[in-house]
């Protein structure tokens, strides 16, 4: 008897004391947790750090161990075939990330968008817009100031041979026209396959109509024309046309504009379109789910993909010795614009620590580094602005895919600088108004850029049309635009995250305002599905009762009040401060 009491005992004591036991002696005490060997236990020290940080730590060992492996593999000349085995898994990578950027695009801007009422959309897209078009216009006056402070033009890299090559023609009015059919696409489901551009073709010959008729001397003077033609080739000028064709590649511009337009007006409709909101809610967060799961492959597919590059480079070292003051031009600006522009925009506006947000970023900057594409790059900036630094979702869906195609920080930068570098080799001196004409296309032609790798080499022939520099010099940059590409890809998509943080700050006011319509709407009696309240007695009218008027879908706010509470809250905490 004894034993089966101590046992009992020994069991309640391991247990806790029962919420009816405690009540006998009056209070009311909650129930202790059994000590589990296999509970949680929490981390601390480094422990914590390498939990916190595994992710980026994998990235980057892909990163070295991409480098090492490509270089300790060229003195072998391997052949293209064991290139190619080397380089497949970085495809594979490449394509499981480039699968997801449709969806994710789709879903963040339609759910981000429909969050947001119409008015407050329209000002985070004009602090956007114009943050985007500031930055821009800076890294083209950034990269025009110092390739010509340190002039890494040399005009002996310049061959004879290049001049026989065909001139091009590329105008940057065709350019903007090209922006604007892909802004405005004509079919939704073209558009994620293909876009619109502007080629030029020869002008088709006359060809007379079979009702026509050929007399003997017309024709003698046909074959006496074709004759001349073929004896004189040279003389004959080919007359060239516009055409709009369609190219393989998908038209993030048209599908951007579109799913803010639907989504902005999918969240003026009310309760009606929220199961729409919430079915692309749900979409979003499957594929950040997704994501997740395809980060643990990026050892593998970013080592994968850095030394297939490496490998595939023809004379590496000559190359590089050719180009190096080129190179170090374009890194001077990205680093110059990273480390002290960025981080003096983030403080003037947010007023944070902006190398704390800076290193938030490093996961993603390497994936942006090794994939060259922003795009690519955009399901992991999304979980890192998202989970990491906690920047309100509502401004990372809506900025985050606009910026992917239209910010090009790195692209303005790059631009400028290659194109006064072409300039210099041919021995050609600009003056203040070519070079207010590279700012300036520079910054036009970065904003319709797309996110693909090297898609600046395309854009900088229109820069070089307009002041009339040798196009054909441009196959000199394929050779580094390899390395080139994914260091000015690093400031595209910090360019974006950057973005997001300001005009967070900046809309904060509107965001805190919105958060507080939410709240009086659930606090609203419970309507019909119309918005007007039941219940009402016999005898009273709507104004008369005690929810008064509900608009059909809408909530009666008053803004007035919900942002003078607002200010006085931000007063009450800069005052603790």
Not at 140 to 147: D, E, R, S
Not at 497 to 515: F, G, H, I, P, T
Request: net charge negative; charged share 15%; proline share 4%.
């Amino acid at each position: 008897m004894e034993k089966s009491e101590k046992f009992s005992d020994y069991l309640f004591t391991k247990m806790g004391p029962s919420n009816m036991t405690a009540a006998v002696h009056g209070t009311e005490l909650p129930p202790k947790t059994t000590e589990r060997s296999d509970a949680p236990i929490e981390l601390t020290g480094y422990r914590k750090w390498l939990c916190d940080n595994l992710m980026l730590l994998v990235t980057l060992s892909g990163v070295m161990l991409g480098v090492i492996l490509g270089l300790s593999l060229r003195p072998l000349h391997l052949h293209e075939d064991s290139i190619m085995l080397i380089s497949y898994p970085g495809e594979l990578f490449m394509r499981v990330l480039k699968l997801m950027i449709l969806p994710l695009v789709i879903s963040s801007l339609i759910a981000g968008s429909a969050s947001l009422n119409a008015k407050m959309n329209g000002k985070i897209a004009l602090r956007t817009l114009f943050y985007f078009a500031s930055t821009s216009l800076f890294n083209a006056a950034l990269g025009i100031a110092l390739v010509l402070l340190i002039h890494p033009g040399n005009p002996d890299l310049h061959s004879a041979d290049d001049h026989a090559s065909d001139r091009r023609a590329v105008k940057l009015l065709d350019s903007l026209l090209d922006l604007g059919r892909n802004v405005f696409p004509d079919n939704l489901f073209q558009a994620s396959i293909q876009q619109a551009h502007t080629v030029y073709l020869p002008k088709p010959s006359v060809v007379h109509s079979p009702n026509e008729t050929v007399t003997n001397d017309t024709a003698a003077a046909l074959l006496h024309g074709v004759e001349a033609q073929r004896q004189l080739p040279e003389l004959e000028e080919v007359v060239l046309v516009r055409d709009v064709q369609y190219r393989s590649g998908t038209n993030t511009l048209g599908i951007v504009f579109f799913c803010l337009v639907f989504g902005t007006v999918l969240g003026t409709i009310g309760q009606k379109g929220q199961v729409v909101v919430d079915f692309f809610a749900a979409v979003f967060e499957v594929i950040m789910k997704m994501v997740t799961c395809v980060m643990w492959l990026t050892p593998v597919g970013i080592s994968s993909v850095i030394a297939g590059k490496i490998l595939s480079v023809d004379n590496l070292s000559l190359v590089m010795a050719q180009l190096v003051w080129f190179i170090i031009t374009v890194a001077i600006g990205v680093v110059i614009y990273q480390f002290i522009v960025m981080q003096f925009i983030y403080f003037v506006f947010v007023r944070r620590n902006p190398f704390k947000f800076y290193a938030g970023l490093i996961e993603a900057m390497l994936t942006a580094f090794a994939t060259a594409s922003t795009a690519a790059a955009l399901p992991l900036t999304f979980r890192c602005m998202n989970e990491k630094l906690r920047i309100d979702p509502r401004i990372t869906r809506f900025v985050l895919p606009i910026g992917c195609n239209i910010n090009m920080d790195g692209t303005a930068l790059f631009i400028a600088v290659a194109s006064i570098f072409i300039a210099q080799m041919s021995g050609m001196v600009l003056g203040f108004g070519e070079l207010l004409t590279v700012l300036l296309t520079s910054t036009a032609a970065s904003m319709s850029s797309a996110s693909v790798p090297s898609a600046a080499l395309v854009l900088l022939l229109v820069v070089l049309t307009a002041i009339d520099a040798p196009v054909q010099d441009v196959t000199l940059l394929f050779a580094v635009d390899w390395f080139v590409d994914r260091i000015r890809t690093t400031n595209n998509m910090l360019g974006d995250c950057y973005a997001a943080a300001v005009v967070e700050e900046l809309s904060r006011k509107e965001l805190m305002a919105l958060d507080a319509a939410a709240v009086n709407y659930q606090d609203l009696p419970a309507g019909t599905p119309n918005g007007l309240h039941v219940g009402l007695l016999e005898g009273q009218t709507e104004l008369e009762s005690p929810g008064k008027c509900q608009l059909n879908d809408a909530v009666v706010v008053d803004m007035n009040a919900v942002m003078n509470n607002v200010n006085l809250q931000q007063e009450q905490s800069n005052r603790r401060v």
